[in-house]
């Protein structure tokens, strides 16, 4: 049993060392990667276009991205459909192929008007030619351009009437094409208009009729 006071029990040895601090360890924060960003609404687009059992888009929905002749081949199959809405490619892949396809028989018109026969007359006017004997060409071949023409006229205005559709647009709007000069700019500019998802409020799925 030692006999030293509490007091007078020897310590260390040494001046009493300061207390040590650690330095504190942070940890840096990890950020995930910045989100990719589609373009505004395509993931909207995406979810109003279903894609049917074919891999494809049912008839009543609008095709994004589609081919050439795809949209050709669509654009008879919906002949006067004026309900649902067109994507951008498949108006203007139709617009081109209808201008082809005119150009072509105005050519072979133009070669008909070319082995007829014609006579000039001078009028009050000016001059004139007038196709005395038609070549057999150019007899056909006027006939086939009016029909041409009446045959692409309805599926045509329908077409754009769903291109406006898919623009969330009302189909009459088409009517300002017949506005002279200002009507027609206003409704191509209309055409050249981004797709809008609101626009699936003019669909009607086939399940729906």
């Known amino acids: 049993m030692s006999d030293q006071r509490p007091s007078e029990r020897p310590g260390p040895t040494g001046p009493p060392s300061a207390p040590q601090y650690q330095q504190p360890q942070y ?6 990667q910045p989100p990719q960003f589609r373009p505004q609404g395509q993931a909207l687009y995406e979810r109003s276009a279903p894609v049917g059992p074919d891999g ?3 008839l009543w929905a609008p095709w994004y991205g589609i081919g050439f002749v795809q949209a050709y081949a669509r654009y ?4 006067v459909r004026f309900d649902g809405r067109a994507s951008r490619s498949e108006f203007w892949w139709v617009y081109l192929w209808n201008v082809a396809i005119s150009v ?3 050519a072979i018109w133009g070669i008909g008007f070319a082995q007829s026969g014609r006579e000039t007359y001078v009028t009050p006017s000016g001059v004139e030619t ?4 038609p070549s057999a060409l150019f007899f056909i071949m006027g006939y086939v351009g009016t029909l041409w023409m009446l045959v692409i006229v309805l599926p045509s205005i329908a077409l754009a009437w769903r291109r406006l559709h ?3 647009l009302a189909g009459p709007f088409f009517f300002l094409g017949l506005v002279p000069f200002f009507g027609g700019i206003a409704l191509l500019v209309f055409t050249l208009l981004d797709s809008k998802p609101a626009g ?3 669909d009607r799925p086939e399940g729906s009729r």
């Open 166 to 168: 898919d623009a969330n």
């Open 27 to 32: 940890q840096q924060t990890q950020y995930d």
């Open 130 to 133: 007038v196709v005395s004997e």
């Open 200 to 202: 699936a409020r003019f």
């Open 104 to 106: 072509v028989l105005g």
């Open 76 to 79: 008879w199959r919906k002949y």
């Open 56 to 58: 494809r888009p049912p």
